[in-house]
């Protein structure tokens, strides 16, 4: 129980800051993620084994498109992608290891993906969408697992997850989105989109598992008491964030 109550504490209060600079939006918002993702940025190179240097490439290179990114440059746009694309290749270039360079799109893509939906016009729904559906899969898959139990998702990857704790996660988003579309004008082809997200959510953080799996070790960092680092707390949003950018976008590809 102690172990839950710092874990909510600390839950609570990642929430609370995220929903501050979202309202905040401008400078305030793109802080946050950029700093957010320069701390991921740190979390993969470690999980990859990469050297200091590894990391001081990565992170000075990547600090390039996020710094284009900022409302006061020229914010998150394609030209923003287009960097983020080239700093990739450039870190897999300098550092030999082409790992270090799908660190730069794994982390850079979805800071762009959540700036850009900042950016729209009802940026604040939309963005508050994309994160608080991770949020709510989180939540109902936590507690659906802990009441439900049952068969086992991937128990070589993550041995707590189950089928119920999927199931209830799904089912705790999709409620939210069609909430927000009810009360707060969320589009219904978004809030009818949020049940393959939340799949995106859960897929985000089996992968994040494997990475851990991968290196040995139990959490990406040690930066959030009762989580780990920034990468075991936002991994379900990574995998969420391109493909939310991606269906708020498609009305206006598609004309």
């Known amino acids: 129980m102690s172990d839950l109550a710092v874990r909510s504490v600390v839950g609570v209060a990642l929430i609370a800051l995220a929903a501050a600079a979202l309202w905040a939006g401008g400078i305030a918002f793109w802080l946050l993620i950029v700093v957010a993702g320069l701390l991921m940025m740190a979390e993969w190179v470690a999980l990859q084994g990469g050297t200091l240097r590894d990391r001081k490439i990565a992170q000075f290179t990547l600090s390039v498109p996020l710094a284009i990114m900022a409302p006061i440059a020229a914010g998150p746009d394609f030209f923003a992608l287009g960097l983020v694309a080239g700093a990739a290749f450039f870190v897999a270039a300098v550092t030999r290891r082409g790992v270090m360079g799908a660190g730069v799109l794994?982390?850079?893509?979805?800071?762009?993906?959540?700036?850009?939906?900042?950016?729209?016009?009802?940026?604040?729904?939309?963005?508050?969408?994309?994160?608080?559906?991770?949020?709510?899969?989180?939540?109902?898959?936590?507690?659906?697992?802990?009441?439900?139990?049952?068969?086992?998702?991937?128990?070589?990857?993550?041995?707590?997850?189950?089928?119920?704790?999927?199931?209830?996660?799904?089912?705790?988003?999709?409620?939210?989105?069609?909430?927000?579309?009810?009360?707060a004008g969320l589009p219904f082809y978004l809030a009818a989109a949020t049940p393959l997200l939340a799949l995106m959510a859960q897929a985000g953080d089996l992968y994040e598992s494997w990475l851990k799996r991968c290196a040995g070790v139990k959490d990406s960092g040690n930066l959030l008491?009762?989580?780990?680092?920034?990468?075991?707390?936002?991994?379900?949003?990574?995998?969420?964030?391109?493909?939310?950018?991606?269906?708020v976008e498609l009305p206006r590809w598609t004309g």
Do not use: C, E
């Not at 049952?150 to 799904?170: D, E």
């Open 106 to 183: 794994y982390v850079g893509v979805p800071v762009l993906a959540l700036l850009l939906l900042r950016a729209q016009p009802n940026g604040i729904l939309l963005a508050f969408w994309a994160m608080a559906l991770v949020w709510a899969t989180d939540i109902g898959a936590f507690f659906a697992g802990r009441l439900i139990g049952g068969p086992k998702l991937a128990p070589v990857l993550s041995p707590n997850k189950t089928w119920a704790g999927l199931i209830g996660g799904v089912t705790a988003a999709t409620l939210l989105a069609f909430a927000a579309h009810v009360w």
């Open 225 to 247: 008491p009762g989580h780990g680092g920034l990468l075991d707390r936002l991994d379900g949003l990574v995998a969420v964030a391109p493909l939310a950018a991606v269906l």
